[in-house]
């Protein structure tokens, strides 16, 4: 087989080749304002995915310059999530970190006359950018002399001035094509408190200036991001030269972020969505974020397929949820125990049958090594009402009034009436078994079509089953707005039962509940009542176009 590289690793080839650099050194450069979603599991994949796969190296680093909505938790949850996701950072860094080194940088460029403060507002500044076609103008104050930049710059950290009255810009070209070349504010005062230098500063690196020194610094050799910075390449190129990096300078390389149909990944809607209390949190197991994915079961293995699955690519496009539920289905298939559960419980009560029964039934027939586990069989059992049909539809395999079906590792049992209650509904069925119809041991000569799950009544778990669907309803009449999309049938509860093994399981557990879908253990459940996330259903919806 012939390993076919995505365009990254096509320029970090030639760069190796042309000896440009030694090793790979990468970075994730999350902001803290929000937990990471399914995007940055992309972003992951592809940045420690690269640091493994050339022996090199990738830091997290938390770029945490902006000092407003950042927070301790988002820090914390941030790093969980990608030791989840199966990374290891080679260092753990902030950004705030440096702000020493950032200045250093801004003194360096004011003194070669590379930058200058300057008075004009944030609107002002704005205003005289000039557009596409026409170039912007040049600041009164752009020829300030490099004395009177360093007094006024210092004046700015010492607090001197107050927020939004000065800034410092690079000076570079307002004509410039690129509009981020129009003399880009470098430094902005802003009186506020960081998490982590408190109040220490009262200017701040903007992003622009901030990220490539950040990068420099580390010795990142290639800075992966998002197609959005694509415009910002040039100034990155600019502010990394100019402040004399050693070489090799890091290398601004952009992919196409990750969309998924009806998925939201925007830290602020998601972050709405929980302040007002719409889902039960971050890790709700209906929200992209990484931490609500886990806590729906969806294994890190079937996330990182999907990332590869889905490729690098230089053009926007957005990927179908089928497509990353398909990958879920497909590594669950392989490791998931099958049990037996029902949604909708029916009774049935086997007038022939008086003793209890242990079977042997196989966990797992994909595994690697097959084990079993023990279900007990008895005179009361549920099975699901759907499987049932007092009047059945042509073609109809399952329970039907003087009908046959097999009881899954079990019985052929055949219905011999229904009983209904007060209010002419069906209330129970009393069926019997057929005499030697036990499966493996069948000698009983009959044939049946249908298969159905059941559940011994008298020694089975309550499970509280949460039927999970995407947050965001389809776009219908060009309703667009994310807020007017949620989908309020996005989680539906039901009362099942199932088999008395679930009451041992554990906190992220994932099984085929047979017949029906993939489910998981949840943290909310109680000694009496289990509760389980729909991960996926069985079928593939997905379909290769
Ligand atoms: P959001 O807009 O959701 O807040 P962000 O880009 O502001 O996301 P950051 O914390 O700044 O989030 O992102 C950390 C890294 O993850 C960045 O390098 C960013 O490009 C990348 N990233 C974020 N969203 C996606 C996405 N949808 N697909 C791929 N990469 C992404
Ligand atoms: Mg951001």
């Known amino acids: 087989m012939t390993e076919s590289k995505n365009f990254i690793e096509d320029i970090i080839d030639g760069d190796l080749a042309s ?27 592809i940045n420690f995915g690269i640091a493994s796969k050339y022996n090199g190296k990738c830091n997290l680093r938390f770029d945490d310059t902006n ?46 006359g590379k930058a200058y403060v300057c008075d004009l507002s944030a609107e002002e500044i704005k205003n005289t950018r000039g557009t596409l076609t026409q170039p ?47 003399d880009p504010v470098i430094y902005r005062v802003l009186h506020a408190t960081h998490h982590n230098t408190g109040d220490k500063w009262c200017i701040y690196p903007m992003y622009d200036f901030a990220h490539p020194i950040e990068d420099a610094h580390e010795g990142i050799t290639h800075s992966i991001c998002t197609l959005e910075f694509e415009d910002h390449r040039p100034l990155y190129d600019w502010v990394v030269r100019e402040c004399e990096f050693p070489d090799p300078l890091p290398q601004q390389i952009e992919f196409a972020r990750l969309n998924i149909t009806n998925t939201i990944m925007s830290k602020r809607y998601l972050k709405r969505l929980v302040d ?7 890790d709700d197991p209906r929200m992209p974020t990484l931490s609500g ?8 293995a079937a996330l990182r397929d999907f990332c590869e699955r889905i490729g690098v690519s230089k053009a926007n496009s957005e990927v179908e949820s089928a497509y990353l539920d ?60 759907s499987d049932f049909a007092l009047v059945p539809p042509p073609k109809y395999f399952r329970l039907k009034p003087d009908g046959y079906v097999r009881l899954k590792g079990a019985y052929i049992i055949h219905c011999d009436e229904v009983v209904y209650n007060d209010s002419g509904d069906v209330d129970y069925l009393k069926c019997s078994i057929v005499p030697d119809s036990k499966s493996g041991s069948d000698t009983s000569g009959m044939k049946v079509k249908g298969v159905i799950q059941w559940v011994d009544a008298d020694n089975c778990v309550d499970l509280e089953v949460r039927q999970l669907e995407g947050l965001l309803t389809d776009v219908v009449d060009g309703v667009t707005d994310f807020t007017e999309r949620f989908n309020n049938n996005s989680m539906v509860i039901v009362k099942g039962k199932g088999e008395k093994c679930l009451a041992d399981s554990t906190e992220g557990k994932t099984y085929q509940f047979m017949r029906i879908g993939y489910y998981v253990y949840d943290k909310d459940s109680t000694d009496d009542v289990k509760v389980f996330n729909r991960v996926v259903g069985l079928k593939d919806g997905f379909k290769a176009k």
Not at 20 to 35: A, D, I, L, M
Not at 159 to 171: I, T
Not at 277 to 282: I, L, N, R, T
């Open 293 to 300: 994915m886990r806590r729906r079961g969806i294994p890190a």
């Open 67 to 112: 000092p407003a909505k950042e927070d301790e938790e988002y820090v914390e949850s941030i790093k969980r999530d990608i030791e989840w996701l199966g990374f290891k950072w080679d260092k753990l860094l902030f950004a705030s970190d440096y702000f020493d080194v950032i200045y250093d940088c801004a003194i360096k460029l004011i003194k070669k």
């Open 19 to 45: 000896g440009k650099v030694k090793e790979v050194y990468t970075r994730f450069p999350p902001e803290p304002n929000g937990y990471l979603h399914v995007g940055h599991a992309k972003s992951l994949c």
């Open 326 to 385: 398909s990958c879920v289905r497909d590594n669950l298939n392989m490791t998931a125990d099958r049990v037996m559960a029902v949604l909708e419980p029916l009774k049935v009560v086997l007038t022939n049958v008086e003793d209890k029964e242990v079977l042997e039934v196989e966990n797992n027939p994909n595994a690697e090594t097959i084990t079993h586990r023990q279900v007990t069989f008895g005179k009361n059992i549920y099975i699901d009402r």
């Open 276 to 282: 007002e209390g719409k889902v039960m949190g971050w």
């Open 136 to 182: 912007g103008a040049e600041s009164p104050y752009r020829n300030r002399s490099v004395e009177e930049n360093l007094r006024l710059f210092e004046g700015m950290k010492n607090g001197e001035f107050a927020d939004g009255s000065k800034v410092l810009r690079a000076k570079i070209d307002m004509a410039s094509p690129n509009l981020n070349m129009r």
